[in-house]
């Protein structure tokens, strides 16, 4: 009880004085330790970003205006660095908290990456095992490139904790330039898509079903049916619809209208074909 | 109804339940802020003490007292409240009690009744009132040194001895009087009432470092070094300024230099005491968010460990309780702020320490 009381005396805080020696470090700056998750740090900044904002009445009588504005200057610069993994990381590593990034053999890697994923998965209570629905799962490409090359950046993706609600992040992925060329590949030609062209595009940004279920919320039957074209597995057109636009945000596509409409005339081509006095 | 009554008496008043771990854990440095000198009883023996203050008057220091006892007796404890606000006591009143004949002052100044007999039953079961007593009767001895209040320390800290008393809850008035501090300072857990408005946080603010002064003279008099109380005070009272970095609590840390023993014990004393918020009559989520800004900020300028306990929306319950003459969780016992209360109870109960009984 003493440690949750004390705000002078917490070990992470000491720690991180003694090692950097100069000023307080990011986590000092956000009152958080050093092993806080990224949402723990996000409830902090928004806590202190209006505890110091010129509408407080927090301050009054103590803290004088010109310091309330220098103390948030560094609260946004310090959630700036800790809310990116990746310059976190190179923080981590500059102030001494970290020796070096962890470096294991590819086989491990490979095991610690699939267990991550399963982590995940069980979190956003979809999954268990996210190789027992993959489609694709002995594809050489997809097992050796996606997991090894491109292993740190989706481990520390998996880490995000889950948001609720609209999609406002891509899949790690989705920016490289390699990849963009490929998705372009398949745009380019709206006409033929259908759910083979989702799965290609999913398989090129490199991420499993169970991601797409977990970050979108869409239902892993819906995922498989609409990629595997199973439209009698689908709901109606609308859903589908709906569906179909969060799943091509997340991997990164702006522009979604062309593809989602190619997709419709497949759906309801398949309406007319199977149940013509259906509406 | 009540059970605090002299004539049912245990011939052996052992206390049933545990006693708080937050008053067991912190017994000997909490003893060392005291600024009474009367002999304790064992830290098993040992009430928990909650002092309601906040500088400011009219910030519901009162109903938050009369309402968080009935709270905490509803979580099964017996919590025996004593009006402090001494001059201009109405706590009764909270409790729909007319103002009663035996009071603080009988107890005190004219030394005819009692303690036991000024205890008072209160509407809720589980929760004993005393009252403040007479304006009269006070004028001549508020400018006095407190020494007048010892009997009145000797009787609470041995309430749970003779009464079984599981919390004492002191209702302090507004300002920052000697007797006022001198509670404060003794109380395990001291609850500050805020009203979001910038009036009430200064004098909040203005109570947390009169909290901080009293604590530096009651050690500075326990450890016989008044005169080094007396130049930390000076010192930090030239050094403090507007900024964050030069808070109460960093220039400590500076003192620390030229005082290492002193300053060391001052960090125990702090520790072994906790600060709570309760902001009152919140009416937008800006409110509700001062609580958690004014424990941010108490705990960087300040260096007290601070706690935010919960707000009191604002509601018109208060008012229709007042004018009913009833108290406020038992007359609006569905209303939000009897809600919010009760969550303020059960934060309180935590920090102490303490299982809810029932």
């Known amino acids: 009880m003493n440690e949750q009381l004390g705000s002078d005396f917490k070990p992470s805080k000491l720690q991180g004085t003694h090692r950097t020696g100069s000023g307080p470090t990011y986590y000092e700056v956000l009152d958080v330790a050093t092993y806080s998750t990224r949402l723990q740090i996000r409830e902090a900044y928004i806590r202190l970003r209006s505890t110091y904002s010129t509408g407080s009445h927090a301050l009054y009588s103590l803290v004088s205006e010109e310091e309330a504005r220098d103390a948030l200057d560094k609260i946004e610069e310090a959630y700036r660095v800790l809310d990116d993994e990746s310059q976190r990381k190179e923080y981590d590593i500059a102030i001494g908290l970290v020796k070096e990034p962890p470096a294991r053999p590819q086989g491990a890697e490979f095991f610690s990456g699939s267990g991550e994923g399963m982590r995940t998965s069980r979190r956003g209570g979809g999954l268990v095992n996210p190789g027992l629905h993959e489609p694709y799962g002995e594809d050489p490409m997809h097992q050796t490139e996606a997991w090894s090359e491109e292993h740190s950046e989706s481990r520390s993706h998996m880490r995000r904790p889950v948001t609720f609600g609209k999609i406002k992040k891509a899949a790690s992925r989705a920016s490289d330039p390699e990849v963009l060329a490929a998705m372009q590949a398949i745009i380019s030609k709206p006409q033929s898509f259908d759910g083979k062209g989702l799965t290609q595009l999913r398989e090129i940004v490199g991420i499993p079903q169970s991601e797409i279920q977990e970050r979108t919320k869409i239902s892993i039957e819906y995922i498989k049916g609409m990629e595997n074209n199973d439209f009698q597995k689908l709901p109606s057109l609308v859903y589908v619809r709906g569906f179909l636009k969060i799943y091509l945000q997340y991997l990164g596509l702006t522009d979604t209208v062309t593809l989602i409409e190619a997709y419709t005339e497949k759906f309801n081509h398949w309406r007319e074909t199977t149940r013509p006095n259906s509406y | ?358």
């Not at chain 2, 000024?118 to 007479?134: D, E, K, M, Y």
């Not at chain 2, 209702?171 to 009087?177: C, E, K, Q, R, S």
């Not at chain 2, 008099?221 to 900024?243: H, N, W």
């Open chain 2, 1 to 358: 109804m009540f059970e605090i009554n002299p004539r049912l008496k245990q011939p052996n008043p052992a206390p049933e339940g545990e006693a708080s771990q937050f008053v067991s854990l912190h017994y000997n440095n909490w003893k060392a802020g005291l600024s009474f000198d009367a002999p304790l009883p064992l830290a098993r023996h040992m009430p928990a003490i909650l002092a309601v203050g906040g500088g400011k008057g009219g910030v519901g220091k009162s109903i938050v007292s009369a309402n968080l006892a009935a709270t905490l007796a509803q979580y099964g404890y017996r919590v025996l409240v004593v009006d402090m606000d001494l001059g201009c006591s109405n706590l009764h009143s909270h409790f729909g009690v007319a103002m009663p004949k035996r009071s603080l002052a009988d107890f005190l100044l004219t030394k005819t009744t009692p303690f036991r007999d000024v205890i008072l039953a209160s509407p809720v079961q589980g929760v004993a009132f005393v009252a403040g007593g007479r304006e009269e009767a006070w004028a001549d001895y508020l400018d006095q040194p407190s020494d007048y209040l010892l009997p009145l320390w000797q009787a609470l800290i041995a309430s749970r001895q003779q009464f079984k008393v599981d919390i004492v809850l002191i209702d302090l008035g507004a300002g920052t009087h000697r007797y006022t501090m001198d509670f404060f300072s003794a109380a395990h857990l001291g609850l500050v009432t805020v009203l979001p408005e910038p009036t009430s946080i200064e004098n909040a603010y203005v109570f947390f470092k009169m909290t901080l002064w009293k604590l530096i003279d009651n050690l500075g008099y326990r450890l016989q070094q008044t005169e080094v109380a007396q130049d930390i005070k000076c010192a930090l009272a030239a050094m403090a300024g507007s900024t964050l970095t030069s808070g109460y609590a960093s220039c400590l840390k500076e003192l620390a230099l030229t005082y290492p023993a002193f300053i060391q014990d001052l960090q125990r004393v702090i520790q072994a005491r906790c600060l709570g918020i309760i902001v009152n009559q919140t009416r937008d989520q800006a409110d509700i968010d001062l609580g958690s800004s004014m424990e941010h900020i108490c705990q960087k300028y300040f260096g007290l460990p601070t706690k935010y306990i919960g707000y009191l929306n604002y509601d018109e319950a208060v008012l229709k309780s007042l004018k009913n003459r009833r108290l406020l969780v038992s007359d609006f016992p569905h209303s939000m702020i009897a809600k919010r209360l009760s969550v303020a109870a059960a934060q309180s109960l935590k920090i102490l320490g303490m299982q809810r009984r029932n």
